[in-house]
């Protein structure tokens, strides 16, 4: 179904993984919707891409803590959060333990709203993954899984998005959000991007965990449960 967004919903935005690929994505449509963007990143990462859009980096690692919850602390106030955070060896992969500094920190400082990227293949979609996709990212997916595990047990105001496979690629307005964990397929990360602003805008998407797929790379069920698309203007 098609949703409208909800006009009270807070337009600061604290970006986790923002530097490049869907993090960044989600840092360009936000700026371009209005919302204040603050995002931490390393100083060994390119800040350019953040900077040029106008929002405020934070220098920082996920992976530390206290750099987390000084962000958190000095930006918060009234802020959604949005956390891409991915990569690094199993372990002390920040798919895990850099998600759990994010949400510690969130309860600490009484944030409540988070949009977190997991993966198809995570959690309960493990059971429909291919034996190739466990093959080759199987630990990263067990990784991914403990961080959704973390953020259900903290009692945040919670979406997970679970894409398929990233593609590089303009946005195509097919991205859509599946309450069905059976599905397959590939996205784009700008549209990837579009159906987090979706979520964040959306109320009616909190509490639960959704897939994500460009509707023309489908594969999977014959009776997919669709829960949102971006409207069309």
Do not use: Y
């Not at 969130?106 to 409540?112: D, H, N, P, T």
């Not at 595990?149 to 979406?159: P, Q, Y």
């Amino acid at each position: 179904m098609t949703t409208t967004p909800d006009a009270s919903t807070p337009r600061r935005l604290l970006l986790f993984g923002g530097t490049r690929g869907t993090g960044l994505e989600v840092a360009r449509l936000a700026r371009e919707r209005d919302w204040e963007v603050f995002a931490l990143a390393r100083p060994t990462s390119s800040l350019e891409g953040l900077m040029d859009l106008g929002c405020t980096v934070v220098v920082g690692d996920a992976l530390e803590e206290t750099h987390v919850a000084g962000m958190l602390r000095v930006h918060g106030t009234g802020a959604a959060v949005v956390c891409t955070l991915g990569g690094g060896p199993v372990g002390a992969s920040a798919d895990h333990a850099g998600t759990a500094n994010v949400v510690n920190g969130m309860v600490a400082m009484g944030l409540r709203r988070l949009v977190l990227v997991s993966s198809l293949g995570a959690g309960d979609s493990r059971a429909f993954a291919s034996d190739r996709l466990l093959a080759a990212i199987g630990a990263v997916l067990e990784e991914k899984t403990r961080a959704e595990e973390h953020a259900r047990a903290a009692g945040l105001d919670l979406t997970i998005i679970r894409p398929g496979g990233l593609l590089a690629q303009p946005a195509n307005g097919q991205g859509v959000l599946f309450d069905d964990a059976r599905v397959h397929g590939r996205i784009g990360r700008a549209d990837l991007a579009a159906l987090i602003l979706l979520c964040l805008e959306t109320p009616g998407s909190i509490d639960r965990t959704l897939s994500a797929l460009d509707r023309t790379t489908l594969t999977g069920p014959p009776d997919p449960v669709e829960a949102f698309r971006v409207p069309v203007e």
